[in-house]
Every structure is written in structure tokens, then in C-alpha cells.
């Protein structure tokens, strides 16, 4: 018997290894919730601001040398010199990633981690929405049976926890729309360095967030809380960023979605871990209706691209 194709075999194992950087980039992107719980649990917590400030901060620092020259990606010859002449999408970016990861922060202060993670996983629906209108690609009117169906999950859970953390459950569907309008900007940046896009919005949101941390929290935090800070920063922040980077270069972005959605699934359980919190009887079964309408939307996505490499594929021969 043969040995198999050579290449296949390297393009195998190039997969595999991408896949696994994914893996390990939604596990570290899991602790997220409990480590806000940690600090916030500390003697003379940091409040929100000053935790998005500094894990951005240390992110930052931690992908400076990685990334740093690859910057001038994201730059152009007409942008403003207040901005480093950044291409208009990229300081959108910082905007959208720093509003993104304050309001995330805050949720997490006001409801549970699982409610946080899985309303700011409805990002997904909020590109289906807003796609048409900043990037005028037409999304596919079948995929609203998704929609739809995620919309019931988000029921059940604002209907379970309402009661308790209504203001909580609406800055957690913020911060997914936040994260969508984010998403969209990065799409509009595709042919930029992604690892320079993930290293502005960081330095980027830790500037942004400085004259807030001074004139509304404090700038000084605890030796404990700065450990903690510092470790959110580099390993679950900068870390699985630049894991993500280098899986979506070897596996498809459906592929890369599916993987990533180890997180949703592990942040209860480290928060469990962490400070012994319960996730809501409705929370479980609202997430378990997200997270089957966000697989079968990436499912469908997925066959609808296959099925249209094979027609090119076919009209080429």
C-alpha cells in the first residue's frame, strides 16, 4: 500500500496545528470571567475602567515586540498626524475594541459570567444585521431562521434573570454590538497585519481609557490585583489574540468560529471554579438555544461556501 501524498500529509498536520493554536486560544479567552470575579472579589477592588485599562495595557506591552513592525499596515498617506495618519477603520477599531472590553467588564461586575459571554456572542447576529450597511455585503435572507432562533435563547435568559440583572443582560448585548461593529471594521482591514490590528486596539483602548481611570477610578490598584491584572493582560488577552492570529492562517474562518466556541462553554465553569457561582437554570437553557443557532449559522455558512468553490471550480474546467 501507498504511503499517502506527502503535501496532504503537511497540509494535514498544518490544519491540526491551527486548529490546536485555536483551541488554546478559546481556553485562555474562557478564564476571562472568572478572573473579573477574582478582582472584583479582592479587598478594595479596581472597578471596571481601571480592569479594562490595564489588561489592554499589559496586552499590549506583550504584543509590542511581536507586532510592532507591522504597523505601517494600518496606516495611510492622507490620515491625520494626531492618529499616526491610521487608516479612518483602524481608529474605529480602537473605539468599538475599547468600548467592547468596557462594557464587557461591566456586565461581568453586574451579572453572571455566563450571561456576559453568551449575550456578547450574539456579535454574530449584529454583523448578519449591520453588514449590509457598512460593508454592502447582502447576507443570505435564509440564515434569519438562525437569527430567530438565537432571538428565543436571548428571551429565555433576559426572562430568567431580568428580576435580578436587567441592567447587567442589556450592557452585555451592548458590548455584542460593540463587538460586531469591531468585527466589521477588522473585515474592512483584511488585507492589514492582523496581529498590529490586535496591538493598536489594545495600546489604542489603554490610552482611551487613561483619562477616565484618572479622573473617574484611580490609577493605583493593590500588588494583588495588579498580579492578576497582569496575568488577564499577557495570557488570557495578549496571548490567545496572537494563538488566534496564527490558527485563522491555517484554518478556515467557519472552522476557526466553531473552535472558538470552546469559550462560551468553559466561562461558567472557571467562574464555578473561581468564586463558586451558579449559572441560572434559564441562562443554561437560553445559552444551549444561542449556541445551536450559532453552530447551525456556521454550519450553513460553510456549505454555501463549499458549494460555491465547487461551481467555480466547475465552470473553470
Known amino acids: 500500500m501507498k504511503n499517502a501524498n506527502p503535501q496532504e500529509s503537511i497540509a494535514d498536520r498544518h490544519a491540526l496545528i491551527g486548529l490546536l493554536f485555536l483551541f488554546l486560544a478559546g481556553l485562555l479567552w474562557s478564564l476571562n470571567g472568572a478572573l473579573i470575579k477574582i478582582l472584583i472579589n479582592l479587598d478594595n477592588p479596581p472597578g471596571a475602567p481601571e480592569i479594562a485599562f490595564y489588561r489592554s495595557l499589559f496586552a499590549g506591552i506583550f504584543l509590542f515586540p511581536i507586532a510592532y513592525r507591522r504597523v505601517a499596515t494600518l496606516r495611510t498617506e492622507n490620515g491625520p498626524r494626531l492618529l499616526g495618519r491610521l487608516r479612518p477603520a483602524a481608529a474605529l477599531c480602537v473605539l468599538f475594541f475599547t468600548l467592547m472590553t468596557l462594557f464587557f467588564v461591566i456586565a461581568n461586575t453586574l451579572t453572571e459570567a455566563a450571561n456576559a459571554i453568551i449575550l456578547q456572542y450574539t456579535s454574530t447576529f449584529w454583523v448578519f444585521a449591520l ?23 436571548i428571551a429565555i435568559i433576559f426572562a430568567g434573570n431580568a428580576s435580578t440583572s436587567m441592567t447587567g ?3 452585555a448585548l451592548a458590548a455584542g454590538l460593540f463587538y460586531a461593529l469591531l468585527t466589521l471594521m477588522i473585515r474592512l482591514m483584511r488585507n492589514s497585519d492582523p496581529a498590529a490590528i490586535t496591538l493598536v486596539n489594545n495600546l489604542g483602548s489603554a490610552a482611551l481609557l487613561l483619562p477616565v481611570v484618572l479622573f473617574a477610578g484611580t490609577f493605583s490598584v493593590s500588588i494583588k490585583s495588579l498580579v492578576v491584572l497582569a496575568f488577564m493582560g499577557v495570557v488570557q488577552f495578549g496571548l490567545p489574540y496572537y494563538l ?3 490558527g485563522l492562517r491555517r484554518v478556515p474562518a467557519s472552522q476557526a468560529a466553531l473552535v472558538t466556541m470552546i469559550e462560551p462553554v468553559l466561562v461558567p465553569l472557571w467562574a464555578y471554579v473561581a468564586v463558586g457561582e451558579i449559572v441560572p437554570v434559564s441562562t443554561i437553557t437560553g445559552g444551549a438555544v444561542i449556541m445551536l443557532a450559532l453552530m447551525l449559522f456556521v454550519a450553513s455558512a460553510r456549505r454555501r461556501r463549499i458549494i460555491s468553490i465547487q461551481e467555480a471550480s466547475v465552470q473553470n474546467r
Open 131 to 153: 453588514s449590509p450597511l457598512i460593508l454592502k455585503e447582502r447576507p443570505n435572507m435564509r440564515d434569519l431562521r438562525f437569527v430567530a432562533l438565537a432571538s428565543v435563547g
Open 169 to 171: 443582560l442589556v450592557i
Open 244 to 246: 488566534y492570529t496564527l
